[in-house]
């Protein structure tokens, strides 16, 4: 029984970052009826400057407190991710927005291709490291083992979770999402600054994911360029198995993603099945519930 729930608290674990990407799929699919598939890559980017943000907090010798430097290193990489997220919706997609989709699709695919290769170029190859800036405790409790970084990247995951399901259904904000949403056509009349909306929906996102990269670099803390490019997609795969288009629906996925990865090797013979399980599972899915767990059919009036 503790081992189980030792397995469950890891897939809860890897199951809030994937959460924190597929929501970015998600409001971006839900209100532009679009895959951005460069958001693995934000995440990817996100990282980055995660890292740069807590090297230079730590280089200062100044001896701040642990949680000083991970808030800053998290608002840090949040704003910038977001600011790249509104540059991307506004040179690369806005353009294309009366286009066809297929478009939209390759060219995302070339703004995620851009990211890693600007990042390889700039950077280089050789993986790098987010710093210990939080000291790693090991904790116990009725026969589980758990870090307190653990804990933290659970809390802060969720935290950020309910706080854009509150952003959505209670705000005037999230109530313009969702009229751009239901109808991208009404709702300019009924006084939605829609472009204003969209590119604030990029900038959520993309400041999500970037939060995302932070909690996966101190869970993982072995960053490369091509980082974005799995995780990205597992991160998808989350979002379509919960209903993409649906907040709840891809935080539902990533949990389900998170404990598909981590049970895979425990009950099969390898982790190199659980590709293979996820993309399955997808397809089984897709079969007897095409809109996803959570996702509701959209009717088109003739």
Request: proline share 5%.
């Amino acid at each position: 029984m503790a081992l189980a729930l030792q397995y469950l608290l890891n897939a809860l674990q890897l199951g809030s970052v994937y959460a924190l990407i597929a929501l970015g799929y998600s409001m971006v699919y839900g209100i532009l009826t679009m895959i951005n598939f460069a958001h693995g890559d934000i995440f990817m980017v996100g990282a980055y400057l995660a890292m740069w943000a807590a090297c230079f907090l730590l280089g200062l010798n100044l001896t701040f407190p642990a949680m000083f430097v991970f808030l800053g290193a998290l608002l840090f990489s949040m704003t910038l991710t977001a600011v790249l997220g509104v540059a991307i919706e506004r040179l690369a997609y806005r353009p294309l927005r009366q286009a066809p989709r297929v478009s939209a699709v390759i060219t995302a695919l070339g703004v995620g291709l851009f990211l890693e290769n600007f990042t390889l170029a700039t950077i280089g190859p050789e993986p790098r490291q987010i710093p210990a800036i939080i000291p790693v405790q090991q904790l116990s409790w009725a026969g589980i083992s758990f870090t307190n970084i653990q804990i933290l990247i659970i809390i802060v995951a969720i935290g950020l979770m309910l706080l854009l399901d509150w952003v959505v259904r209670h705000t005037m904000t999230g109530m313009a999402m969702r009229a751009i949403s239901y109808d991208c056509q009404v709702a300019p009349l009924m006084g939605v600054p829609v472009n204003r909306v969209i590119s604030l929906t990029f900038a959520i996102g993309s400041a999500i994911a970037g939060a995302g990269g932070l909690l996966y670099g101190l869970a993982y803390p072995v960053l490369d360029p091509y980082m974005g490019i799995r995780i990205g997609w597992w991160a998808f795969i989350s979002a379509v198995v919960g209903g993409i288009g649906n907040i709840r629906g891809a935080m539902l996925g990533g949990f389900l993603l998170g404990a598909v990865e981590i049970f895979t090797p425990v009950l099969l013979a390898s982790s190199t099945y659980r590709d293979c399980v996820a993309f399955s599972m997808l397809l089984i899915l897709l079969v007897f519930k095409p809109t996803g767990i959570l996702g509701r059919p959209t009717f088109e009036k003739v």
